[in-house]
Nanobody, 126 residues
């Protein structure tokens, strides 16, 4: 079992920045692809970004490309999402997730991820 605990969510003004963190415990973290997803009120959960187990490969949704950066520190069992130039449409509950099938290419579907954090609210509003 893997437990994922997020932090860093909150209220930020448009154009502002926020960094989310997700700490993993309970099992091996290093070889898992880690992803971030978000779900706005009344919407389906959607892919945001993912990083391979080595940190050498990343993938971003078009909606956040150039603004968000995903990274990981395997020594700290932590994955980060740096969010810059935030827009009101970024408002959502953000979830971190782990894909234990590390041997496959980075996945973007919720069905490919095995463990999920509790979610943290990010609100972008003036």
């Amino acid at each position: 079992q893997v437990q994922l605990v997020e932090s860093g969510g909150g209220l930020v003004q448009p154009g502002g920045s926020l960094r989310l963190s997700c700490v993993a415990s309970g099992s091996t973290f290093s070889r898992y692809t880690m992803g971030w997803f978000r779900q706005a009120t009344g919407k389906e959960r959607e892919f945001v970004a993912a990083v391979s187990w080595s940190g050498g490969s990343t993938y971003y949704a078009d909606s956040v490309k150039g603004r968000f950066t995903i990274s990981r520190d395997n020594g700290k069992n932590t994955v980060y999402l740096q969010m810059n130039s935030l827009k009101p449409e970024d408002t959502a509950v953000y979830y971190c997730a782990a894909d234990t099938a590390y041997y496959r290419p980075i996945a973007t579907s919720t069905n490919d991820y095995d463990y999920w954090g509790q979610g943290t609210q990010v609100t972008v509003s003036s």
